[in-house]
């Protein structure tokens, strides 16, 4: 039996961090992510607001890959750091997958700015469970 693979759904905190999605797989998400509406108090990206764009491509390939067993993915362990400061555009994070196992996935995401500059890179883990 072969499992369709699942496509990406924007959730609510998506869609108010105005995040586009590129191109999607188990091995490698896209997606943009607009600095303004998601700045800190010092006109600054929020650290946070990365966090999130972050957890979001690693698992929506965590989920495709499970989706692809016939399972689901849940959010184990993220980390992350941020190497510069940007105010203003559109970052881009692309997920590429590190392990793609039966019980846990994980995959580095990489943002960068619109000169290619790293902004932030985040390691995240999901494990694969049983739908319910």
Known sequence: MTNTPWTIELGALDNKLGIVVLEESAERVVATMPVQGNTQ??????????????EALG????????????????????????????????????ATAIRL????????VVMTDQTGARLCTVRITNLIVEKR
Do not use: P, Q
Request: glycine share 18%; aromatic share 6%.
């Open 41 to 54: 108090s010092f006109g600054l990206l929020h650290g946070g607001a990365s966090l999130a764009f972050g």
């Open 59 to 94: 698992s929506w390939a965590a989920v495709i890959h499970a989706s692809s067993l016939g399972k689901n993915a849940v959010g184990l362990d993220i980390s992350g750091t941020h190497h510069r400061g940007v105010r203003e555009g559109v970052i881009t994070g692309v």
């Open 101 to 108: 196992g039966n019980t846990v996935t994980s995959h580095e």
